[in-house]
């Protein structure tokens, strides 16, 4: 019995790094296979000989696996239907163009570039779409014999039908029709022997049992294209799905201009993998309801490509990091730590080995900063103050708290009672600073705001003594005298 689930495939070429629209487009074929309990298969279409690199294809697989997309068969798991990467395959691909070639829906074409060039240049020329029309549909085999005796190694085109339609049932978009007399023929070898992506598409989706195509709207005019293909080849038909494009802010298809493509940049970029997975779900799929901030296993529970429009959305950085905002609130401590580590390693703010304890306190630090993190990397960016004595005042902590001549005894006063304090956690620190206050007749204010400004240089931050309590004693001391004498300076000289 043939199985009724699903089968989709992701096929990256392995030509630069993983695109944000690509890893949109693998987001969605995944969460409907795993809805679905379905199988998602990993080909490498690399027939693009000079543009295919080995660096591309690992930046892929790095990319994939951060997202967190797996897959059940593939170049390095091996599985049923595999060689799965395009290059090895090149025996079947020709079996299937000897096929073609035979029943005469294929033909030799002995056209150098500049023939093929030349005649797309005439017919933009005179208003028609640049087609592929080549002559050598009509060779006969004496033709052909002669232009082999000259030495020419042909590519072989596929022949379209010239009248009629296309139809393309299309999951998303319903009935598309293409005009048959508008397509052109397709080559589906080079004359160097490789596969176009045309045809090796068709030929690999038939033989992986690919069930459901569901990629780029970007590629629906080659749709009715493969489907010709697969019709001469007595392939059934999968079906397809054509996804809104993710666009950048212009409303066209996102580019490097709009701002980073490669998600690479955005692990990079202090952005969690659950976060990435969720807001590229966002884009064209809509969950129904208020509800955006999805884990892993609710987008599975959830996805469904019914709810999935026509129209393309824009990638909006803002957004972005709204959704990391929410899912590092959530993400459990161990794995922020886990994440985080590297990232103040590089910043300069960590050791390379920290030891247990430091990672503890790590994790704490992170516990009491993750409601206001939009991103990994904000931390060792805005909150220095945890790591360091080397941070500036910023201008509000100046002017408000800084500049005022009452301010320099009251911290040096903090800092004494400090200094001597035993138990050194929040509880204690919020007591002795709320006594003081009451001894020096000002405000909790007066003391709580200046004293911020002192440990931190800023003026807002966590709940103040609980950051203390994460400092050492001896620092926040130093630093409330450092403050004194800062502001001291300060007022003497307004
Ligand atoms: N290798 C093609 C690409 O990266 C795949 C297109 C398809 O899904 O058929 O655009």
Same mark, same amino acid.
């Given at each position: 019995?043939?199985?009724?689930?699903?089968?989709?495939?992701?096929?990256?070429?392995?030509?630069?790094?993983?695109?944000?629209?690509?890893?949109?487009?693998?987001?969605?074929?995944?969460?409907?296979?795993?809805?679905?309990?379905?199988?998602?298969?990993?080909?490498?279409?690399? &027939?693009?000989?000079?543009?295919?690199?080995?660096?591309?294809?690992?930046?892929?697989?790095?990319?994939?696996?951060?997202?967190?997309?797996?897959?059940?068969?593939?170049?390095?798991?091996?599985?049923?239907?595999?060689?799965?990467?395009?290059?090895?395959?090149?025996?079947?691909?020709?079996?299937?163009?000897?096929?073609?070639?035979?029943?005469?829906?294929?033909?030799?074409?002995?056209?150098?570039?500049?023939?093929?060039?030349?005649?797309?240049?005439?017919?933009?020329?005179?208003?028609?779409?640049?087609?592929?029309?080549?002559?050598?549909?009509?060779?006969?085999?004496?033709?052909?014999?002669?232009?082999?005796?000259?030495?020419?190694?042909?590519?072989?085109?596929?022949?379209?039908?010239?009248?009629?339609?296309?139809?393309?049932?299309?999951?998303?978009?319903? #009935?598309?029709?293409?005009?048959?007399?508008?397509?052109?023929?397709?080559?589906? #070898?080079?004359?160097?022997?490789?596969?176009?992506?045309?045809?090796?598409?068709?030929?690999?989706?038939?033989?992986?049992?690919?069930?459901?195509?569901?990629?780029?709207?970007?590629?629906?005019?080659?749709?009715?294209?493969?489907?010709?293909?697969?019709?001469?080849?007595?392939?059934?038909?999968?079906?397809?799905?054509?996804?809104?494009?993710?666009?950048?802010?212009?409303?066209?298809?996102?580019?490097?201009?709009?701002?980073?493509?490669?998600?690479?940049?955005?692990?990079?970029?202090?952005?969690?993998?659950?976060?990435?997975?969720?807001?590229?779900?966002?884009?064209?799929?809509?969950?129904?309801?208020?509800?955006?901030?999805?884990?892993?296993?609710?987008?599975?529970?959830?996805?469904?490509?019914?709810?999935?429009?026509?129209?393309?959305?824009?990638?909006?950085?803002?957004?972005?990091?709204? *959704?990391?905002?929410?899912?590092?609130?959530?993400?459990? #401590?161990?794995?922020?730590?886990?994440?985080?580590?590297?990232?103040?390693?590089?910043?300069?703010?960590?050791?390379?080995?920290?030891?247990?304890?430091?990672?503890?306190?790590?994790?704490? *630090?992170?516990?009491?900063?993750?409601?206001?993190?939009?991103?990994?990397?904000?931390?060792?960016?805005?909150?220095?103050?945890?790591?360091?004595?080397?941070?500036?005042?910023?201008?509000?902590?100046?002017?408000?708290?800084?500049?005022?001549?009452?301010?320099?005894?009251?911290?040096?006063?903090?800092?004494?009672?400090?200094? &001597?304090?035993?138990?050194?956690?929040?509880?204690?620190?919020?007591?002795?600073?709320?006594?003081?206050?009451?001894?020096?007749?000002?405000?909790?204010?007066?003391?709580?705001?200046?004293?911020?400004?002192?440990?931190?240089?800023?003026?807002?931050?966590?709940?103040?003594?609980?950051?203390?309590?994460?400092?050492?004693?001896?620092?926040?001391?130093?630093?409330?005298? #450092?403050?004194?004498?800062?502001?001291?300076?300060?007022?003497?000289?307004?």
């Amino acid at each position: 019995m043939v199985s009724d689930k699903p089968r989709v495939r992701f096929p990256p070429s392995p030509t630069g790094f993983l695109h944000v629209g690509n890893a949109h487009t693998f987001v969605f074929n995944w969460l409907f296979a795993r809805r679905l309990g379905g199988q998602v298969v990993l080909r490498i279409e690399d &027939t693009d000989e000079l543009r295919s690199t080995p660096e591309a294809l690992d930046a892929i697989y790095d990319g994939l696996k951060w997202l967190g997309l797996d897959w059940d068969e593939g170049p390095d798991i091996g599985g049923p239907h595999g060689p799965y990467i395009q290059s090895e395959r090149l025996q079947i691909y020709n079996r299937y163009c000897d096929q073609l070639l035979a029943s005469g829906r294929a033909y030799p074409c002995y056209c150098t570039k500049e023939e093929l060039d030349q005649r797309r240049e005439e017919l933009r020329a005179a208003g028609m779409p640049p087609r592929l029309v080549c002559p050598c549909r009509e060779l006969s085999d004496d033709q052909r014999a002669a232009k082999e005796a000259e030495g020419r190694r042909p590519a072989v085109n596929f022949k379209m039908a010239e009248t009629g339609v296309t139809v393309v049932e299309d999951l998303i978009r319903g #009935r598309l029709e293409f005009a048959n007399s508008e397509m052109g023929d397709v080559v589906i #070898r080079k004359s160097s022997g490789y596969p176009t992506y045309h045809f090796a598409v068709v030929v690999d989706d038939h033989l992986m049992k690919i069930t459901h195509v569901i990629r780029g709207e970007d590629h629906i005019s080659n749709t009715p294209r493969h489907l010709q293909i697969m019709d001469a080849l007595g392939f059934e038909r999968p079906q397809h799905a054509h996804l809104p494009m993710v666009l950048g802010e212009d409303r066209t298809k996102l580019s490097k201009r709009h701002g980073a493509t490669n998600v690479a940049d955005y692990r990079e970029m202090g952005f969690l993998p659950d976060a990435m997975l969720n807001y590229l779900a966002l884009l064209g799929w809509s969950p129904g309801g208020e509800e955006e901030i999805f884990s892993r296993a609710e987008l599975i529970e959830r996805f469904d490509l019914s709810r999935v429009g026509k129209a393309g959305s824009v990638f909006e950085r803002g957004k972005l990091e709204y *959704v990391n905002s929410e899912h590092i609130k959530r993400a459990p #401590r161990e794995s922020l730590l886990e994440q985080m580590v590297p990232i103040f390693q590089e910043q300069g703010l960590l050791e390379q080995e920290p030891s247990a304890e430091r990672l503890e306190w790590l994790g704490r *630090v992170i516990e009491l900063m993750r409601e206001r993190m939009r991103t990994l990397r904000e931390l060792g960016e805005r909150n220095r103050y945890f790591f360091t004595d080397e941070f500036d005042y910023d201008e509000k902590a100046r002017r408000k708290w800084l500049s005022r001549p009452e301010v320099p005894g009251r911290l040096r006063a903090l800092a004494d009672r400090i200094e &001597t304090l035993e138990r050194y956690d929040a509880e204690s620190l919020e007591a002795l600073a709320r006594a003081l206050a009451q001894e020096l007749e000002i405000g909790t204010g007066q003391l709580f705001h200046p004293c911020r400004a002192a440990v931190t240089g800023c003026t807002v931050g966590p709940s103040l003594f609980h950051l203390m309590e994460l400092l050492d004693q001896a620092d926040v001391v130093r630093r409330l005298r #450092r403050a004194a004498d800062f502001a001291e300076r300060l007022s003497q000289q307004s």
